[in-house]
């Protein structure tokens, strides 16, 4: 058997910042951090053994004078809102690819008030909320082409993706999207703007070609990661011998022929350590080399 780890797997710029941000701000004393700092429970574990503590939205409403981490995913106006009421010092490690979407959603908020703004996106990610907020809450969430009911297509239509779907799902709906508009005649605005991160994007084709050269892939992952998902499906295209797992334990649940030539990759949420975790539990339970 020989492993190899993806060069192209693991933290993107946005979730390396975030998690510098943290360690760093831990040496200063009490850290909180609002919602998961990342989609890894590996992760999420390791940065609570360094002293970060987690915390919901709850409890940021009750919670006065302490130190907020705030994730690379971002938080609708609302959350700062809170934390300045409750004198709660800010640690803004939003992603600033995620900001600026937010910047123009706001924008496109504020210039086109009738217009329908739409979002592809996952309806409750944290992500998704804080774009939300741009817009008071009005915007229009569509996961898939099933949600396309929601959207009045005589009207004006201001199209956003969240940051980690994919290109291949958003130029999708766009085409339906178009086809709807023509059905019914109308000569409303349909502006789209693909806004999927390009860190994301760019791993699509890297990854697929990782896993085709795979006899089997092992995806790392964290099951709560939209990334994670997106990437895996995409493997799972390429290559029909790949298996989702969280850590090494789940390595018990696959059988793999001793001679295979083994990939281990991951989402743009998943730590190095953990892919060489999975690497080394590989290396000694089989003769395996790592290449
Ligand atoms: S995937 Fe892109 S937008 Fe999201 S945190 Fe990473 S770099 Fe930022």
Same mark, same amino acid.
């Given at each position: 058997?020989?492993?190899?780890? &993806?060069?192209?797997?693991?933290?993107?710029?946005?979730?390396?910042?975030?998690?510098?941000?943290?360690?760093?701000?831990?040496?200063?004393?009490?850290?909180?951090?609002?919602?998961?700092?990342?989609? @890894?429970?590996?992760?999420?574990?390791? *940065?609570?053994?360094?002293?970060?503590?987690?915390?919901?939205?709850?409890?940021?409403?009750?919670?006065?004078?302490?130190?907020?981490?705030? %994730?690379?995913?971002?938080?609708?106006?609302?959350?700062?809102?809170?934390?300045?009421?409750?004198? $709660?010092?800010?640690?803004?490690?939003?992603?600033?690819?995620?900001?600026? *979407?937010?910047?123009?959603?706001?924008?496109?908020?504020?210039?086109?008030? &009738?217009?329908?703004?739409? $979002?592809?996106?996952?309806?409750?990610?944290?992500?998704?909320?804080?774009?939300?907020?741009?817009?008071?809450?009005? +915007?229009?969430? $569509?996961?898939?082409?099933?949600?396309?009911?929601?959207?009045?297509?005589?009207?004006?239509?201001?199209?956003?993706?969240?940051?980690?779907?994919?290109?291949?799902?958003?130029?999708?709906?766009?085409?339906?999207?178009?086809?709807?508009?023509?059905?019914?005649?109308?000569?409303?605005?349909?502006?789209?703007?693909?806004?999927?991160?390009?860190?994301?994007?760019?791993?699509?084709?890297?990854?697929?070609?990782?896993?085709?050269?795979?006899?089997?892939?092992?995806?790392?992952?964290?099951?709560?990661?939209?990334?994670? %998902?997106?990437?895996?499906?995409?493997?799972?295209?390429? @290559?029909?011998?790949?298996?989702?797992?969280?850590?090494? @334990? &789940?390595?018990?649940?696959?059988?793999?022929? %001793?001679? +295979?030539?083994?990939?281990?990759?991951?989402?743009?949420?998943?730590?190095?350590?953990?892919?060489?975790?999975?690497?080394?539990?590989? *290396?000694?339970?089989?003769?395996?080399? *790592?290449?």
């Amino acid at each position: 058997m020989t492993v190899s780890i &993806d060069n192209n797997s693991g933290f993107c710029y946005g979730v390396t910042r975030a998690i510098r941000t943290a360690e760093e701000e831990l040496k200063r004393g009490q850290l909180f951090c609002l919602g998961d700092i990342v989609h @890894n429970g590996q992760e999420v574990k390791r *940065l609570e053994q360094l002293g970060l503590e987690t915390i919901d939205y709850d409890d940021l409403r009750t919670l006065h004078n302490i130190r907020v981490l705030l %994730r690379a995913h971002g938080e609708p106006p609302s959350t700062y809102h809170i934390a300045h009421n409750n004198g $709660i010092e800010v640690i803004d490690a939003t992603c600033s690819v995620v900001k600026k *979407l937010q910047e123009r959603i706001h924008f496109t908020y504020t210039e086109h008030r &009738d217009a329908q703004i739409v $979002i592809y996106g996952k309806a409750g990610h944290a992500e998704v909320i804080g774009l939300q907020g741009q817009t008071n809450n009005t +915007a229009i969430t $569509i996961e898939s082409e099933r949600d396309l009911n929601k959207i009045d297509f005589t009207r004006d239509i201001y199209l956003f993706s969240q940051t980690t779907k994919s290109v291949e799902g958003f130029n999708h709906l766009v085409e339906l999207i178009k086809a709807k508009r023509s059905e019914s005649r109308t000569s409303a605005i349909f502006e789209y703007n693909n806004t999927i991160c390009r860190n994301v994007a760019n791993r699509v084709a890297k990854i697929k070609a990782f896993a085709a050269a795979q006899d089997v892939v092992i995806f790392v992952g964290g099951r709560k990661s939209s990334n994670a %998902r997106v990437l895996f499906e995409h493997c799972l295209e390429a @290559n029909a011998n790949t298996y989702f797992i969280e850590n090494s @334990n &789940d390595l018990k649940e696959i059988v793999i022929d %001793r001679d +295979a030539k083994v990939g281990i990759c991951g989402a743009t949420s998943t730590p190095q350590w953990l892919m060489q975790d999975v690497a080394d539990a590989l *290396l000694a339970t089989n003769q395996a080399t *790592l290449s």
